[in-house]
């Protein structure tokens, strides 16, 4: 049987810090279940090679060897699909934008509560961006543009397409291949390429590029 609990993966260099959030999971472990934990962002990703069975990481910032906002940015090249909430004592604006910048869906401090920590969690699962209310503040006073706010997905401007042809679509957009994008989604080659074609027919399109072109126009990824 599956496991539907959501599993998390940490990366954090500070022995103690890091037993603490462990041990805050643990509390919830009905609904969360703990992957690894690497001890700095190449460490991390290292481990991340080796199992990408992984649906959110907590990533510190400060760390040794390569920090958590580079970390943050291959992560989210190389696996679009794992959500990633920045779990960390800075709260100052240039990390929170450069954290964005990189790829991150959500942004708390290390004081938060467990129960704090696992509402987080699931709210990111569900397409989220949980932030610490001084964090939240402080993230609008970064908004000097206006917003560009993505339409609802309804039949029209998705075309059709699947939630799962969407997953498939965002992994090609990050310039993955096949084999790439089927090991992260856990589905065979041969399925994204059953994907791939019914995109084509969908969005009617003739290539990777004409297809991404479009679903970003339509805001669709």
Same mark, same amino acid.
């Given at each position: 049987?599956?496991?539907?609990?959501? =599993?998390?993966?940490? /990366?954090?260099?500070? !022995?103690?810090? $890091?037993?603490? %959030?462990?041990?805050?999971?643990?509390?919830?472990?009905?609904?969360?279940?703990?992957?690894?934990?690497?001890?700095?962002? =190449?460490?991390?990703? /290292?481990?991340?090679? !080796?199992?990408? $069975?992984?649906? %959110?990481?907590?990533?510190d910032i400060e760390m040794p060897v390569m920090d958590g906002i580079a970390a943050t940015e291959i992560v989210t090249q190389k696996y679009p699909q794992i959500k990633i909430i920045m779990l960390t004592v800075f709260d100052d604006q240039e990390k929170i934008f450069q954290s964005i910048q990189a790829g991150a869906s959500g942004y708390l401090l290390k004081d938060e509560t467990p129960g704090k920590i696992i509402e987080a969690i699931k709210m990111i699962m569900e397409g989220g961006a949980p932030m610490s209310p001084t964090i939240a503040a402080k993230a609008l006073n970064l908004l000097r543009v206006p917003l560009k706010v993505e339409s609802v997905k309804n039949n029209e401007d998705t075309f059709s397409l699947t939630q799962r042809e969407i997953d498939v679509l965002t992994q090609i957009s990050k310039g993955l291949d096949y084999i790439q994008a089927s090991e992260n989604l856990f589905i065979s080659p041969s399925t994204v390429r059953k994907h791939i074609e019914n995109i084509y027919k969908k969005l009617q399109v003739h290539n990777k590029m004409q297809a991404v072109q479009k679903a970003i126009k339509h805001n669709i990824i």
């Open positions: 049987m599956v496991s539907s609990r959501i =599993k998390i993966a940490i /990366a954090e260099d500070n !022995e103690l810090l $890091a037993t603490s %959030v462990i041990e805050k999971l643990e509390i919830f472990e009905d609904e969360v279940e703990f992957i690894f934990r690497g001890k700095n962002g =190449k460490d991390f990703l /290292a481990k991340l090679e !080796e199992n990408r $069975a992984v649906d %959110v990481v907590l990533m």
